[in-house]
Structure formats: structure tokens, C-alpha cells
């Protein structure tokens, strides 16, 4: 499956921003879906998965701000980001990986190449 991200960009803090994940070659009922990021100079974090029943998994610092959903029929994943923050900054990444039962593992598989968000303070 391939992913291309869209939706990046500069906002203020506590602004809002919605990142659109359009998969091809393959439909995302399949795979558990999700959403990561990477600030400069930090390790990709994972942000919030979403498994072939619609369970998610959100990270600590997302939750209640963050909301993913995904459109099995439009083969698209979404990422909908409010109450903004500077440490939001970061490139933000779509990524796939086959399910195994269903559900997500450690691990993914296919990763689109990112957007930038940028929040300003």
C-alpha cells in the first residue's frame, strides 16, 4: 500500500489543523493505520493507531486533542489536531502494517513521506 500525506502547515498556537492520508495499491480495511511524528533532533513518536475493528490507541500527549479517523470506503485516514501547541511541531507521518488479527502490533509497515506542521507561540 502506498500513503501520501496532506494538510500540513503553520498555524498559531491553539489553532487547529486536519492532516488527510490518502492510501493506494490496496485498502486500508486491511491494515491497522496510524499516525507518528518527528520533531528535529527527536525520535519518531507515535501518536495514535486505529485497528481493523476501529479500536484507537492515543498517546498521552494527543489525547483529547488529537482525533483520527479513517474512511474504509475513501481509502483516506485523517488526523484532525486542535488546541495546538509549539511542541505539536513536527513532521507528521501516515503508516500502515498488516494486521494480525485484526490488530496493530509494534510495529508498521509502510510509511507515507510526511508533512510539516509548524505551530507558532
Known amino acids: 500500500v502506498r500513503l501520501e500525506e496532506s494538510g500540513g502547515g503553520s498555524v498559531q498556537a491553539g489553532g487547529s489543523l486536519k492532516l488527510s492520508c490518502v492510501a493506494s495499491g490496496d485498502t486500508v480495511r486491511r491494515y491497522c493505520m496510524g499516525w507518528f511524528r518527528q520533531a528535529p533532533g527527536k525520535e519518531r513518536e507515535r501518536l495514535i493507531t486505529?485497528?481493523?475493528?476501529?479500536?484507537?490507541y492515543y498517546a498521552d500527549s494527543v489525547e483529547g486533542r488529537f482525533t483520527i479517523s479513517k474512511d474504509n470506503d475513501a481509502n483516506t485516514l485523517s488526523l484532525q489536531m486542535d488546541s495546538l501547541k509549539p511542541v505539536d511541531t513536527a513532521m507528521y507521518y501516515c503508516?500502515?502494517?498488516?494486521?494480525?488479527?485484526?490488530?496493530?502490533?509494534?510495529?508498521?509497515?509502510?510509511w507515507g513521506k510526511g508533512t510539516l506542521v509548524t505551530i507558532s507561540s
Open positions: 486505529i485497528d481493523t475493528f476501529g479500536t484507537t
Open positions: 503508516a500502515a502494517a498488516a494486521a494480525i488479527g485484526g490488530l496493530c502490533g509494534r510495529g508498521m509497515d509502510y
